[in-house]
């Protein structure tokens, strides 16, 4: 029962980008992060981690209400040092080569 209430919460929380970012951030996940050529960078402790150094905890895709090609995606990470935060992505066509060469080869990847 108690499951059933925090997924219904989760999903009022999921509706736009924004308040996906919001709700994750009040779950601990506030850093944000980039990828470089290097790794992925953190903004907050400007260290940066290798693909078997992260572990997507969560990720979630979004679609423009007027314009379902301005989608975009968006990982709840936790790197292996504790540190968790947020990468945001475009995607399909609007994405980021960096990222999505950097996602592929993280293993630890859940939905």
Known sequence: MIE???NEQEKIHMKSLVSCLTYLQIQGFDTQFKVIPEGMLS???DKTFHPSQVR???YYRFEGESDPSDSSILYA???TDGEKGTLV???GTESDGL???FMHQ???MNK
């Open 4 to 6: 059933n209430q925090e």
């Open 43 to 45: 903004l907050k402790t």
């Open 56 to 58: 997507v905890v969560h």
């Open 77 to 79: 990470i936790e790197a």
């Open 89 to 91: 992505d475009g995607y």
């Open 99 to 101: 990222v999505t060469t």
């Open 106 to 108: 993280v293993n630890d």
